[in-house]
């Protein structure tokens, strides 16, 4: 299982590389792109449309990429099983 906190990545950029951590391969030999499953820019605007509300919202966004389960949640953390 792979975790990572917020990072300076937007967060479609944050799980291409968290597959492929998970996956022990480069981001460029995943065998999926993550366009085919999922809108990153999508991705991008939810979680940026949270940064910096109080109360922060709470929410978590799954899909499956490349046989994982991806986990998104409102503040960027990205968890890969």
Same mark, same amino acid.
Request: hydrophobic content about 45%; glycine content about 4%; some cysteine.
């Given at each position: 299982?792979?975790?990572?906190?917020? &990072? &300076?990545?937007?967060?479609?950029?944050?799980?291409? /590389?968290?597959?492929?951590?998970?996956?022990? *391969? &480069? $981001?460029?030999?995943? +065998? /999926?792109?993550?366009? +085919?499953?999922?809108?990153?820019k999508a991705? +991008?605007?939810?979680?940026? %449309?949270?940064?910096?509300?109080?109360?922060? $919202?709470?929410?978590?966004?799954?899909?499956?990429?490349?046989d994982c389960?991806?986990?998104?949640s409102a503040?960027?953390? *990205? %968890?890969?099983?």
């Amino acid at each position: 299982m792979t975790d990572t906190d917020e &990072s &300076s990545h937007p967060p479609s950029i944050a799980v291409v /590389e968290a597959v492929a951590a998970e996956r022990g *391969v &480069s $981001p460029r030999e995943l +065998d /999926e792109r993550l366009a +085919d499953v999922i809108d990153p820019k999508a991705l +991008d605007a939810l979680i940026a %449309s949270v940064d910096g509300r109080t109360p922060a $919202p709470e929410f978590v966004v799954q899909f499956s990429f490349c046989d994982c389960l991806v986990a998104v949640s409102a503040d960027g953390a *990205v %968890s890969v099983q």
